[in-house]
């Protein structure tokens, strides 16, 4: 399958700042990517949609101030989380899908982040 | 908003045995995907099932689909210790532009 890769892994930050994900498809060009957030001994929350060149769509409840989503490229998409305070702490994936790809794509492995 | 809704269970079974996990959603679907996850991993994609499939299986993995009953189940045959994982259903639906709903998940423990 397709390779998507996330970066970075793991994040520890304190609480104010920013901290950028990034997410990238290796070998194939996304034409859409999704971000979603899980807590622990959850599920998967859908965050936001970024099409390619277009401003992200998102999730109802999710604030788009805070999480701002960049997809400059069609093999990178970043997720900004501003001004991270403690109930930001969770398991950030994104995927990212080809416009022929099946619904949903191909999943990163995910970066946890963490804010004290 | 979350479609697919496994019945929150956590499985705990002993290796050898087969492993049954459900799954219900509300909407008309394009497919149903199933997905498993370790412990602080990320997802891994195990199968799909369009809307006018019914079964389909995968080496030792077997789905269903009732589109009449909005329902789906995964059924793992004699597991391993190595499917301790926890198991998602997601859903494409028709009118979702190829995002997924994914459903509360079901923990799987199988004991060596």
């Known amino acids: 399958g397709a390779v998507v890769s996330q970066h970075p892994s793991w994040v520890i930050c304190k609480s104010g700042t920013s901290v950028k994900i990034e997410c990238r498809s290796l070998?194939?060009?996304?034409?859409?990517m999704f971000w979603y957030r899980q807590f622990p001994k959850q599920s998967l929350m859908l965050m936001a949609t970024?099409?390619?060149?277009?401003?992200?769509?998102?999730e109802q409840g999710v604030e788009k101030d805070k999480f701002l989503i960049n997809h400059a490229s069609l093999t990178l998409s970043t997720l900004t989380v501003t001004s991270a305070h403690p109930e930001d702490s969770s398991f950030y994936i994104c995927?990212?899908?080809?416009?022929?790809?099946?619904?949903?794509?191909?999943f990163g492995p995910g970066t946890r982040l963490t804010v004290l | 908003s979350q479609q697919g809704e496994e019945d929150p269970q956590a499985l705990s079974i002993q290796e050898g045995e087969n492993a049954t996990m459900n799954c219900s959603y509300k909407?008309?679907?394009?497919?149903l995907q199933w997905y498993r996850q370790n412990s602080g991993r990320g997802l891994v994609h195990l199968i799909l099932?369009?809307?006018?499939?019914r079964e389909k299986h995968s080496g030792r993995l077997r789905v269903t689909l009732d589109t009449s009953k909005k329902s789906s189940s995964l059924l793992i045959t004699a597991s391993r210790a190595a499917d301790t994982a926890s198991y998602f259903c997601?859903?494409?639906?028709?009118?979702?532009?190829?995002?997924?709903?994914f459903g509360k998940g079901n923990q799987v423990v199988v004991i060596p």
């Open positions: 909407t008309s679907i394009n497919n």
């Open positions: 995927s990212a899908r080809h416009s022929s790809g099946r619904a949903g794509g191909f």
């Open positions: 099932i369009r809307s006018n499939e």
């Open positions: 070998d194939f060009q996304a034409t859409t």
């Open positions: 970024s099409n390619e060149g277009s401003k992200a769509t998102y």
């Open positions: 997601a859903t494409d639906s028709l009118y979702g532009n190829n995002r997924l709903a």
